[in-house]
């Protein structure tokens, strides 16, 4: 208060018969545009979150929450906040929540009573912090404009900027808005102690670094890395060029003159003057960096963030297909869209279909300073100034070209191709240079990751460069009505002098509201029912009566992360995420979404295939995951917008499948938006493991004649991290001992086994790696159909049967690459393990003068191919291909004919004598268009692989009538 009184406070001179007017000072009109802008900032976010303020009363009551996609509240601080932020397993989710840990400074916002207040303030909050970093670094570093010239010109930039990322990311306003408004700030304090400071300029820049530090989000850590190396490089290339333009070649006949501005006393006499310059500040700012932001975030991250998860590649794959997606082709770029949820909500894609082409206005304004001549001159014209310039369209401009990513057209050079390019040449090269340059090439692309990133440095430069535009603009039209108010009244001359600011940051709003959808978005008031308040009260009851029975497992399904929504009993529709459902209800459970554990994923694709296709055996892997509640959503739907949806009307045929097995459980809760059932055939005792070694359909027949056998046995599978590596016996079901064998000795001595290299799946669109129909989890029901969006060409059980969980489709001819270590000298026995069709390789190690020709063909059985008329009916049977030759195949397969994987094989890729300890870099180039399947390569010691037979602690069983285990009540 005592701050707002200052600034109202004015100058009044002194008293005459008539008051004179009120005299402002500069300072104190700054301070009240500034409040101004505050309340305006406040007052638009009250009207534009209306709707969630007035559902604050049935929040606090318990009775509703805000719940929307990814913006899941949490309701109990110590299991789902406190916990998950120390490192610990959480029970809930069965994983770790490595996003809680990296951003749980500012996680607690989404406590579901404090969400509301949180969405309504902080996004203010945060948008008038960035306001005033904008204003004050430019009212600081072009004092030719007006500071109140700024101050008013600053106001609606910023907002449009901030709202079209409210618009997108409201789901992750905790982080992404506010570590953007912490990325802003970040921005304008290095640079103004770079370029612009005269006194002090390492207190700014190292503020900076702390400030990125502490950003909530880690795509800005590397954002800021990013705008300070481009930065600091260009300052670098400008000293460079001013030092060549010196010719200091002229004075080398003269280097003895040097020498005494080279000793220690000289340099510590003039330290002042060199800290103070250009190249001294670029320099010493990216020590800055690296000691105090990017050093201690890499510790954060490698001990505390991603402690436990083994694989972060699973859950944000970064392969040539994912980048494609998150590409932003140049229209929507130049009209600033950016892939968010609302769009998703209303067409069913993330980024919008078609541009918003008035939004280019604002790209227009962005450019003006830099192709305006009269306004380049007029506002940089002062050397700091033009070296501002200069790195500022520099980041710019970069920042636009790697957006663009593998964005149509395709013959357009953008960052991603270019480095693609690079990165192909190289990996062509096949040599320790080659290696060397994909080495650093794959490190940029998987540091930096996905293209829409790089918008955020666009739109942080807008934030800056508008403002520039804008003031420039109302100085320009202010100094020609004063030349106007010559011949015209003063009054009329004071009233537009003063109007046209406020005009124009008014108008500056017209392009973002001629979009129907930000117009419908904000002006709805709870941002078209996205933030609605989702009542609770049937799902309390649920809860209450969970709580008063035995403990145990429970789910919620159907999922609800398939493209369908939620209608609650007021009908209005909700878009949540698995999550919500494990948090309210606070009880152990499993989460296989987005980010969810891998293992999950896997056992509930089986669940699910299972109840999918109403195949009962889906009650043996329930139980196995010791599930004792299933909760069912009644009011789950369709999405009624478009978009992917997985398990197309899964949510009409649970309650049927689950009601038709009485014998194994039943309802014990319902009312009118759940049903509760309760499993009555669980295991009472130890089990036995049991590792089912055999082709899909087999597998799915064992577990299908018999109901019973998870209560006696405990399933593992090769695909699971840790389920093979640590038992004292071991049931094994195969038709195959030999396979089983050798699928056993692999998850014994996991150091023999060798997946094909990832440094090139950034950047070949060849290769389709199995990671990508990871994230999510429900693509890989695309494996099994024979559509566009199955990029194998080949039908395959999800990740069923594989080693390691997972593998490469190989569906062209290309070059792939596995790095195969050998720990001793001897001959070795190379085994490929995947699903060939019918293909020729070439296999070459340099290293080991290695090059042969390698035929794969696919042991019938294993896999099989049909007519593609045929391939989905029961009448089909499997075509003989020993008829056509292998380009012939190429021409039928997957148009015609289908190749349908059941089960992973071993071919024999020869023997390779080994002098000495090495690792040897095997490529193998792929010569057809025949589909192909690889998981990696084993190097076993050849005496080894002869004599190999089933470990002493497993018993074989060679027929699933053998396992016996009856269920607790007879069917």
Same mark, same amino acid.
């Given at each position: 208060?005592?701050?707002?009184?200052?600034?109202?406070?004015?100058?009044?001179?002194?008293?005459?018969?008539?008051?004179?007017?009120?005299?402002?000072?500069?300072?104190?009109?700054?301070?009240?545009? &500034?409040?101004?802008?505050?309340?305006?900032?406040?007052?638009?976010?009250?009207?534009?979150?209306?709707?969630?303020?007035?559902?604050?009363?049935?929040?606090?009551?318990?009775?509703?929450?805000?719940?929307?996609?990814?913006?899941?509240?949490?309701?109990?601080?110590?299991?789902?906040?406190?916990?998950?932020?120390?490192?610990?397993?959480?029970?809930?989710?069965?994983?770790?929540?490595?996003?809680?840990?990296?951003?749980?400074?500012?996680?607690?916002?989404?406590?579901?009573?404090?969400?509301?207040?949180?969405?309504?303030?902080?996004?203010?909050?945060?948008?008038?912090?960035?306001?005033?970093?904008?204003?004050?670094?430019?009212?600081?570093?072009?004092?030719?404009?007006?500071?109140?010239?700024?101050?008013?010109?600053?106001?609606?930039?910023?907002?449009?900027?901030?709202?079209?990322?409210?618009?997108?990311?409201?789901?992750?306003?905790?982080?992404?808005?506010?570590?953007?408004?912490?990325?802003?700030? &970040?921005?304008?304090? =290095?640079?103004?102690?770079?370029?612009?400071?005269?006194?002090?300029?390492?207190?700014?820049?190292?503020?900076?670094?702390?400030?990125?530090?502490?950003?909530?989000?880690?795509?800005?850590?590397?954002?800021?890395?990013?705008?300070?190396?481009?930065?600091?490089?260009?300052?670098?290339?400008?000293?460079?060029?001013?030092? =060549?333009?010196?010719?200091?070649?002229?004075?080398?006949?003269?280097?003895?003159?040097?020498?005494?501005?080279?000793?220690?006393?000289?340099?510590?006499?003039?330290?002042?003057?060199?800290?103070?310059?250009?190249?001294?500040?670029?320099?010493?700012?990216?020590?800055?960096?690296?000691?105090?932001?990017?050093?201690?975030?890499?510790?954060?991250?490698?001990?505390?963030?991603? $402690?436990?998860?083994?694989?972060?590649?699973?859950?944000?794959?970064?392969?040539?297909?994912?980048?494609?997606?998150?590409?932003?082709?140049?229209?929507?770029?130049?009209?600033?869209?950016?892939?968010?949820?609302?769009?998703?909500?209303?067409?069913?894609?993330?980024?919008?279909?078609?541009?918003?082409?008035?939004?280019?206005?604002?790209?227009?304004?962005?450019?003006?300073?830099?192709?305006?001549?009269?306004?380049?001159?007029?506002?940089?014209?002062?050397?700091?100034?033009?070296?501002?310039?200069?790195?500022?369209?520099?980041?710019?401009?970069?920042?636009?070209?790697?957006?663009?990513?593998?964005?149509?057209?395709?013959?357009?050079?953008?960052?991603?191709?270019?480095?693609?390019?690079?990165?192909?040449?190289?990996?062509?090269?096949?040599?320790?240079?080659?290696?060397?340059?994909?080495?650093?090439?794959?490190?940029?692309?998987? =540091?930096?990751?996905?293209?829409?990133?790089?918008?955020?440095?666009?739109?942080?430069?807008?934030?800056?460069?508008?403002?520039?535009?804008?003031?420039?603009?109302?100085?320009?039209?202010?100094?020609?009505?004063?030349?106007?108010?010559?011949?015209?009244?003063?009054?009329?001359?004071?009233?537009?002098?003063?109007?046209?600011?406020?005009?124009?940051?008014?108008?500056?709003?017209?392009?973002?509201?001629?979009?129907?959808?930000?117009?419908?978005?904000?002006?709805?008031?709870?941002?078209?029912?996205?933030?609605?308040?989702?009542?609770?009260?049937?799902?309390?009851?649920?809860?209450?009566?969970?709580?008063?029975?035995?403990?145990?497992?429970?789910?919620?399904?159907?999922?609800?992360?398939?493209?369908?929504?939620?209608?609650?009993?007021?009908?209005?529709?909700?878009?949540?995420?698995?999550?919500?459902?494990?948090?309210?209800?606070?009880?152990?459970?499993?989460?296989?979404?987005?980010?969810?554990?891998?293992?999950?994923?896997?056992?509930?694709?089986?669940?699910?295939?299972?109840?999918?296709?109403?195949?009962?055996?889906?009650?043996?892997?329930?139980?196995?995951?010791?599930?004792?509640?299933?909760?069912?959503?009644?009011?789950?739907?369709?999405?009624?917008?478009?978009?992917?949806?997985?398990?197309?009307?899964?949510?009409?045929?649970?309650?049927?499948?689950?009601?038709?097995?009485?014998?194994?459980?039943?309802?014990?809760?319902?009312?009118?938006?759940?049903?509760?059932?309760?499993?009555?055939?669980?295991?009472?005792?130890?089990?036995?493991?049991?590792?089912?070694?055999?082709?899909?359909?087999?597998?799915?027949?064992?577990?299908?004649?018999?109901?019973?056998?998870?209560?006696?046995?405990?399933?593992?599978?090769?695909?699971?991290?840790?389920?093979?590596?640590?038992?004292?016996?071991? =049931?094994?079901?195969?038709?195959?001992?030999?396979?089983?064998?050798?699928?056993?000795?692999?998850?014994?001595?996991?150091?023999?086994?060798?997946?094909?290299?990832?440094?090139?799946?950034?950047?070949?669109?060849?290769?389709?790696?199995?990671?990508?129909?990871?994230?999510?989890?429900?693509?890989?029901?695309?494996?099994?159909?024979?559509?566009?969006?199955?990029?194998?060409?080949?039908?395959?059980?999800?990740?069923?049967?594989?080693?390691?969980?997972?593998?490469?489709?190989?569906? $062209?001819?290309?070059?792939?690459?596995?790095?195969?270590?050998?720990?001793?000298?001897?001959?070795? $026995?190379?085994?490929?393990?995947?699903?060939?069709?019918?293909?020729?390789?070439?296999?070459?190690?340099?290293?080991?003068?290695?090059?042969?020709?390698?035929?794969?063909?696919?042991?019938?059985?294993?896999?099989?191919?049909?007519?593609?008329?045929?391939?989905?009916?029961?009448?089909?049977?499997?075509?003989?291909?020993? $008829?056509?030759?292998?380009?012939?195949?190429?021409?039928?397969?997957?148009?015609?004919?289908?190749?349908?994987?059941?089960?992973?094989?071993?071919?024999?890729?020869?023997?390779?004598?080994?002098?000495?300890?090495?690792?040897?870099?095997?490529?193998?180039?792929?010569?057809?268009?025949?589909?192909?399947?690889?998981?990696?390569?084993?190097?076993?010691?050849?005496?080894?692989?002869?004599?190999?037979?089933?470990?002493?602690?497993?018993?074989?069983?060679?027929?699933?009538?053998?396992?016996?285990?009856?269920?607790?009540?007879?069917?």
């Amino acid at each position: 208060m005592r701050a707002v009184s200052k600034a109202l406070q004015f100058e009044r001179q002194p008293s005459t018969p008539h008051e004179l007017p009120i005299v402002w000072t500069s300072q104190q009109r700054v301070r009240l545009i &500034a409040l101004l802008v505050a309340l305006l900032y406040f007052g638009s976010s009250f009207f534009f979150f209306r709707g969630v303020i007035a559902s604050i009363p049935d929040i606090l009551a318990g009775k509703a929450v805000i719940n929307g996609d990814e913006l899941v509240p949490f309701f109990n601080p110590v299991s789902q906040l406190i916990d998950q932020a120390a490192g610990k397993f959480n029970q809930l989710t069965h994983g770790y929540e490595f996003r809680v840990r990296y951003a749980f400074l500012t996680t607690w916002m989404r406590y579901y009573k404090i969400l509301p207040f949180a969405i309504v303030l902080v996004i203010p909050g945060i948008t008038f912090a960035g306001y005033l970093a904008v204003s004050i670094f430019l009212s600081r570093s072009f004092k030719n404009l007006a500071p109140e010239t700024i101050y008013t010109a600053s106001a609606a930039p910023v907002a449009v900027i901030f709202l079209i990322l409210t618009y997108s990311k409201i789901t992750h306003f905790y982080t992404l808005i506010l570590g953007f408004s912490m990325f802003l700030i &970040a921005v304008t304090l =290095v640079t103004y102690g770079l370029l612009f400071a005269t006194r002090r300029p390492y207190r700014p820049i190292a503020a900076a670094a702390l400030v990125t530090l502490f950003n909530p989000a880690v795509h800005y850590l590397i954002l800021f890395a990013l705008y300070q190396s481009m930065t600091v490089g260009g300052l670098l290339l400008l000293e460079g060029i001013r030092f =060549v333009r010196l010719k200091p070649w002229q004075f080398l006949p003269q280097w003895r003159e040097w020498l005494p501005y080279l000793r220690p006393a000289w340099l510590w006499q003039h330290r002042e003057a060199i800290l103070q310059s250009n190249a001294a500040r670029a320099i010493i700012a990216m020590i800055f960096l690296g000691s105090l932001a990017l050093v201690p975030y890499a510790l954060f991250v490698k001990f505390i963030a991603l $402690r436990g998860v083994p694989n972060l590649s699973e859950t944000v794959p970064g392969d040539f297909y994912f980048i494609t997606d998150a590409s932003i082709p140049i229209a929507h770029l130049l009209s600033l869209d950016m892939a968010g949820i609302m769009d998703k909500m209303m067409t069913g894609d993330y980024l919008a279909r078609e541009p918003r082409y008035a939004n280019m206005v604002y790209t227009v304004s962005l450019l003006l300073p830099l192709f305006w001549p009269q306004m380049r001159r007029r506002l940089f014209n002062t050397a700091a100034r033009r070296r501002f310039l200069f790195v500022a369209y520099l980041n710019v401009f970069f920042s636009m070209w790697a957006t663009l990513g593998y964005s149509e057209p395709a013959w357009l050079p953008t960052f991603h191709r270019t480095i693609a390019a690079i990165s192909l040449a190289a990996y062509g090269m096949e040599s320790v240079v080659g290696d060397l340059i994909l080495k650093v090439t794959s490190t940029i692309v998987q =540091v930096l990751r996905f293209p829409h990133r790089f918008e955020l440095i666009l739109f942080m430069m807008a934030c800056i460069l508008m403002p520039l535009s804008l003031a420039q603009l109302i100085q320009w039209i202010q100094e020609r009505l004063q030349e106007w108010g010559r011949w015209s009244s003063t009054a009329w001359r004071r009233v537009l002098h003063r109007a046209i600011a406020p005009g124009l940051t008014l108008l500056f709003f017209v392009p973002l509201f001629s979009n129907w959808q930000y117009r419908e978005t904000f002006l709805s008031g709870d941002f078209r029912q996205f933030l609605a308040p989702y009542p609770v009260t049937l799902l309390k009851e649920v809860k209450s009566f969970l709580q008063g029975m035995p403990p145990g497992k429970v789910v919620v399904l159907p999922p609800t992360e398939t493209a369908k929504v939620v209608v609650d009993l007021n009908g209005v529709e909700h878009k949540f995420i698995d999550k919500f459902h494990i948090y309210y209800l606070d009880l152990p459970s499993y989460y296989y979404g987005l980010t969810g554990d891998s293992d999950n994923k896997f056992e509930f694709f089986l669940l699910l295939r299972a109840l999918y296709y109403q195949q009962d055996w889906w009650v043996n892997i329930a139980r196995d995951l010791n599930l004792r509640y299933i909760v069912v959503n009644r009011e789950l739907i369709a999405n009624t917008v478009g978009g992917a949806e997985y398990l197309r009307e899964i949510e009409k045929i649970i309650l049927p499948e689950l009601d038709q097995l009485p014998q194994y459980l039943h309802r014990v809760y319902e009312n009118a938006s759940y049903v509760v059932y309760q499993f009555t055939d669980l295991p009472k005792a130890a089990r036995v493991p049991l590792f089912i070694d055999m082709k899909w359909s087999d597998f799915i027949a064992a577990l299908s004649s018999n109901l019973a056998l998870t209560r006696c046995y405990d399933l593992r599978h090769p695909v699971v991290s840790d389920d093979l590596t640590d038992y004292e016996q071991l =049931v094994l079901l195969t038709d195959e001992p030999r396979v089983a064998a050798l699928d056993l000795y692999i998850k014994a001595h996991p150091e023999r086994f060798f997946s094909p290299s990832s440094s090139i799946l950034a950047f070949n669109p060849n290769i389709v790696p199995s990671s990508y129909y990871l994230s999510p989890m429900f693509r890989l029901f695309q494996f099994f159909s024979d559509s566009k969006w199955n990029r194998l060409h080949m039908i395959t059980p999800g990740l069923f049967g594989t080693i390691k969980g997972s593998f490469i489709g190989v569906p $062209r001819p290309t070059k792939f690459r596995i790095d195969v270590k050998f720990p001793a000298p001897g001959r070795y $026995r190379l085994l490929l393990r995947g699903a060939a069709t019918v293909n020729a390789l070439e296999m070459r190690a340099s290293s080991l003068q290695l090059q042969r020709p390698v035929t794969l063909k696919a042991q019938p059985g294993w896999l099989d191919f049909y007519d593609q008329r045929e391939v989905f009916t029961s009448q089909r049977t499997p075509l003989d291909i020993s $008829r056509y030759t292998l380009e012939e195949l190429e021409q039928l397969i997957p148009t015609q004919i289908v190749a349908v994987n059941n089960r992973y094989q071993y071919f024999d890729l020869g023997t390779v004598e080994v002098n000495s300890a090495r690792t040897a870099i095997f490529y193998f180039n792929k010569q057809d268009s025949n589909p192909l399947l690889v998981e990696g390569v084993l190097a076993i010691p050849d005496e080894t692989y002869q004599r190999l037979d089933l470990p002493a602690n497993v018993r074989l069983v060679q027929s699933a009538r053998e396992l016996g285990c009856q269920p607790l009540t007879a069917p």
